[in-house]
């Protein structure tokens, strides 16, 4: 079978999977949102922390809820590291350095899982699963309920509420994510990935040498990490180790698990506002943009344009045999196309153009199909640009599901998509410019010229898209790097998502426009094309000049 026939192949098991489930569990989560009654877990936990389920809330009150809850976060999994001695499965491992903690806990608080250290060497059981394994699930129910914030403010009729933070984050934990990854760590288990507190294991290897194998909770992690958009692996090698990734099967189960809530939330999306058909849009473009990041990805690897990968027939440096160029270049497209920030591959060894398709998704916004909740916020910030852009140019009234788009909505999708590359590209110049911290960097860059700043620019876009993800080479475990990328992290969080909430309350405080308004068709085949357009159109330009200065330049040197 062809190199591009079995990529083919693989994307529509992939799709045909996702399908199944599509309307199943996209129509469940829309339950679990719509619904008017608590469990009795739930109501328990809603007294322990004094929160009123039955309030509604605007939308400064949701974000107030929402970053008193991320705080609260951030300080246990900082105090955890930093007391990792005293906690018992801490395996003799020390406590975390400050600037170290500082930059975890904002890595794990802001569904990043940026890890500057091998997690089976610095950090033990109790800190895995009380800490970080916690805080995959918290902070992605915190970025499904921003999405679930904003179909609200599509929904609401004047009254200005988008919902009650306390119940969509709880909801997500208890009634989606918990499930969801119980049945997946089993699937795990039966696989082959590791689920135990052993500690380390010594084997003695055929040759007569002795060997140290790492145990510990690996799949129920695993679970979350993937199903979460999460990241944050186990082991240093993350998904690529075989003990959390031991087979061809598994590792499509993982691709797989990336992609199925982000996914499946249209079909949600489209239920709570009463219209499949804006739903299909949102799916639609999802999949375009991933099925174009993927085979310009696959492309690149096949070629195998570069010397080495020349002189050895294929691109499969820092690939696993077991996976193949086509596993990793699937895995790639959805880790980079959502806040996973999981690799089964060394990203920094694919072929320089490839390396470039990778950096591109993120820079997108990763929108193919972005994260747990986070890929709806960001695609629709583009949908309501195209929205307006595409009524000035027709002569019809920007409306999208009944909600007129005017200055204040332009203006906050607009600080939306700007974000992200002005806090990464500013905190790169920034890096450079100061002499002292200029010094620092280049210690850290273990790779000179284009490629070294390529694998630099990588490690800021990526904390800033809060992906995790990185190029190996730059030695990230400084103080200024875990004290600026931590910095990034939250930023790249927390500004988007007020912007976000902000729109919402936008939204919700208007009523339906007038039935008589002549408005634009938004759920076509051409709309859909418009929507790619411009995800491509304005993400990209942004980035081009730091791109061409580095895995352009290196990938058409040739």
């Known amino acids: 079978m062809s190199g591009f026939l079995f990529a083919a192949t693989n994307l529509a098991a992939l ?16 339950r679990v949102y719509t619904s008017t009654s608590h469990l009795l877990v739930e109501r328990l936990l809603y007294k322990i922390i004094g929160a009123d389920p039955d309030t509604p809330q605007g939308w400064q009150a949701y974000l107030r809820a929402l970053l008193a809850f991320t705080l609260a976060g951030f300080v246990v999994l900082y105090a955890l590291q930093r007391w990792q001695p005293f906690l018992p499965y801490s395996l003799g491992l020390p406590a975390l350095p400050p600037d170290l903690a500082f930059n975890t806990a904002a890595s794990f608080v802001g569904n990043t899982n940026w890890q500057a250290f091998s997690p089976e060497t610095t950090v033990g059981y109790a800190v895995q699963a009380l800490g970080l394994a916690v805080q995959m699930f918290l902070s992605a129910a915190v970025s499904m309920a921003v999405a679930v914030a904003l179909i609200r403010g599509l929904t609401a009729r004047g009254t200005g509420v988008i919902g009650n933070f306390w119940v969509d984050v709880t909801r997500s934990t208890l009634r989606i994510l918990l499930p969801l990854s ?15 507190v052993s500690g380390v294991t010594e084997i003695v290897t055929i040759a007569g040498g002795k060997q140290s194998i790492p145990g510990g909770p690996v799949a129920s992690q695993e679970a979350i990490k993937l199903l979460g958009t999460n990241g944050g692996g186990f082991f240093n090698a993350n998904s690529a ?18 992609i199925l809530i982000p996914l499946c939330l249209p079909r949600t999306f489209g239920t709570m506002v009463g219209d499949q058909r804006a739903g299909r849009v949102l799916l639609w473009a999802f999949v375009t943009v991933f099925v174009l990041v993927y085979v310009s990805l696959t492309a690149c690897e096949l070629a195998g344009r570069g010397s080495a990968p020349e002189l050895a027939g294929a691109a499969m440096e820092g690939k696993e045999q077991r996976f193949g160029i086509i596993g990793s270049t699937l895995f790639g497209t959805a880790t980079t196309g959502t806040t996973g920030g999981a690799a089964n591959a060394m990203h920094d060894s694919f072929t320089a153009l490839g390396g470039t398709v990778l950096l591109m998704n993120m820079m997108a916004g990763e929108v193919s199909p972005g994260g747990a909740g986070a ?9 309501v640009i195209a929205v307006f852009l595409a009524a000035l140019l027709l002569g019809r009234s920007p409306v999208y599901l009944g909600k007129r788009i005017g200055p204040l909505e332009m203006k906050l999708v607009s600080l939306f998509i700007l974000v992200m590359p002005v806090i990464s590209i500013g905190a790169l110049a920034l890096s450079f410019a100061i002499p002292a911290i200029h010094a620092e960097m280049l210690a850290a860059m273990n790779n000179p010229g284009v490629h070294g700043f390529t694998e630099v620019m990588y490690a800021f876009v990526s904390a800033a898209a809060n992906n995790g993800s990185a190029f190996a080479g730059l030695s990230a475990n400084t103080p200024w790097l875990n004290r600026v990328l931590g910095i990034l992290i939250l930023a790249g969080r927390l500004l988007p998502i007020a912007l976000t909430l902000c729109l919402a309350g936008a939204f919700a405080r208007q009523d339906r426009s007038a039935p008589g308004t002549v408005r634009l068709p938004v759920d076509g085949l051409q709309f859909i094309g418009f929507v ?6 304005i993400a990209i330009p942004m980035f081009l000049p730091y791109l061409m200065a580095g895995p352009l330049a290196e990938g058409l040197a040739r």
């Open 532 to 537: 790619v357009v411009i995800v491509l159109f």
């Open 182 to 196: 119980l049945i997946v760590a089993l699937i795990f288990i039966a696989s082959g990935v590791v689920q135990n």
């Open 241 to 258: 180790h075989p003990l959390s990734n031991p087979t061809p099967w598994a590792n499509w189960l993982q691709t797989f698990l990336l």
């Open 375 to 383: 890929g709806i916020y960001t695609m629709m910030a583009y949908i």
């Open 15 to 30: 799709f045909l999977a996702i399908g199944l489930l599509y309307r199943p569990l996209g129509d469940y989560m829309a």
